[in-house]
């Protein structure tokens, strides 16, 4: 099996992996530490996948997404100050989000953009941008669903399309549009351009929650 293969499958399986992680997270009742146990186990499982096998495409991605998980704290700040986005108190916090929030990031990018990655090399740019926007705002909200019933975090004070806000369903979408693009320009570049365009996929990731908040809230 080619590493290209192997890459795949693994990251297509730990889909499925990481939704069943968080149900059983949520049976056992361990409220905020099973979402750091998710968070920094599925994030490291990917490290270390990119370690053994050597891995420079799954390197590059880690790095892009590491930066934009950092840099999406600010996105998450600005949630928490509109009051609707609110996390257990007990909880260790990097600025306004559980200090595991970064690395969850990892996870759900990584997922989301590879197939996004891999769209784009089938098809093209733009039907891969449409398709991972799709994907961005069904199965990233799927997860916040599972979250909220592990009692990571809740919402309040929107307008809810079940028990995630409308807004957060956009604006999942809007910020998974630029991922096929940066995706593919991490493989081209030097690691310090990578970390700058894991910094800016942070950003897209704010400007799509204020967009999505005040025109969906």
């Known amino acids: 099996m080619t590493i290209e293969n192997f890459r795949t ?14 149900f059983f997270l949520d049976k056992v009742d361990w409220g905020w530490i099973g979402g750091a146990v998710w968070s920094f186990g599925f994030a490291a499982m990917y490290i270390i996948y990119a370690q053994i ?11 892009f997404t590491v930066a934009a998980g950092f840099t999406e704290l600010i996105a998450d700040k ?17 600025v306004a989000s559980p200090i595991y929030m970064p690395f969850s990031w990892v996870v759900v990018l990584i997922q989301i953009g590879y197939i996004g990655h891999l769209f784009h090399h089938k098809f093209n740019i ?14 990233i909200p799927f997860y916040e669903y599972l979250a909220i019933h592990a009692g990571w975090w809740h919402y309040e004070n929107a307008h809810f399309w079940g028990i995630v806000p409308r807004y957060i369903y956009m604006a999942e979408g809007m910020l998974m549009l630029t991922i096929p693009y940066l995706f593919d320009h991490t493989l081209r570049q030097k690691y310090r351009m990578v970390i700058f365009l894991g910094v800016l996929q942070g950003l897209v990731m704010l400007i799509a929650s204020i967009f999505a908040f005040h025109f969906f809230s």
């Open 53 to 63: 096998k050597k891995d420079v495409m799954m390197w590059r991605f880690v790095l």
């Open 126 to 139: 733009v039907l891969a941008t449409i398709f991972t926007g799709v994907l961005g705002c069904s199965v």
């Open 9 to 22: 499958w693994f990251i297509l399986l730990s889909m499925p992996i990481s939704m069943l992680a968080i």
């Open 78 to 94: 600005w949630i928490v100050d509109t009051h609707t986005l609110f996390y257990p108190p007990d909880e260790p916090f990097l």
